[in-house]
T-cell receptor, first 118, second 113 residues
């Protein structure tokens, strides 16, 4: 697609429920990132994929959060046993391959999914 | 640990003014620095990307500079317009990391007609 697409745009769920958030990166982008943004804050890193593998998942807050990218394109962020503190905007971004020799590392973001846990 | 700070947190200017937004980072070992714009309730729009070897980038009325050794970047907006009102975020991509971006908290800009 032309840009990064995230679905749904809004999700309201009850405390304790399971949710899945989807990200469709720009075609051909090997790197995919998930961020979480709370009101008045900058985006906070969650996890980063190069291809199918999670290259860095150090930002995931706890084991209730998990993300997959089985075919190296679409990614799903999964949150189990949601808590009210999980309410935030979840942003996805993609970019070209990131290494020392590659300057084409501009990151492009989707519109985000606003998650509200009630 | 890399930290990114943006000052001021909010800025209000009359239409037509030139203005400067500031970004500082604690570790100069970066691949690049990127400036984004975020409108309320929306995602991030990339404005400018400066590679670590570059000093500045320009796009239209926007000019971003980078002084890596001092850990500073500025975003200059010329002849501001009400449509420029948004939150502006800067982010660095640290060397040695797996490639993720580290963001500041942003500067909320309001341009009054």
């Amino acid at each position: 697609g032309a840009g990064v697409s995230q679905t749904p745009s809004n999700k309201v769920t009850e405390k304790g429920k399971y949710v899945e958030l989807r990200c469709d990166p720009i075609s051909g982008h090997t790197a995919l990132y998930w961020y979480r943004q709370s009101l008045g804050q900058g985006p906070e890193f969650l996890i980063y994929f190069q291809g199918t593998g999670a290259a860095d998942d150090s930002g995931l807050p706890n084991d209730r959060f998990f993300a997959v990218r089985p075919e190296g394109s679409v990614s799903t962020l999964k949150i189990q046993r949601t808590e009210r503190g999980d309410s935030a905007v979840y942003l996805c971004a993609s970019s070209g391959w990131v290494d020392r020799g590659n300057r084409n590392t501009e990151a492009f973001f989707g519109q985000g999914t606003r998650l509200t846990v009630v | 640990k890399q930290e990114v700070t943006q000052i001021p947190a909010a800025l209000s200017v009359p239409e037509g003014e030139n203005l400067v937004l500031n970004c500082s980072f604690t570790d100069s070992a970066i691949y690049n620095l990127q400036w984004f714009r975020q409108d309320p309730g929306k995602g991030l729009t990339s404005l400018l990307l400066i590679q670590s070897s570059q000093r500045e980038q320009t796009s239209g009325r926007l000019n971003a500079s980078l002084d890596k050794s001092s850990g500073r970047s500025t975003l200059y907006i010329a002849a501001s317009q009400p449509g420029d009102s948004a939150t502006y975020l800067c982010a660095v991509r640290p060397r040695g990391s797996q490639g993720n971006l580290i963001f500041g908290k942003g500067t909320k800009l309001s341009v009054k007609p």
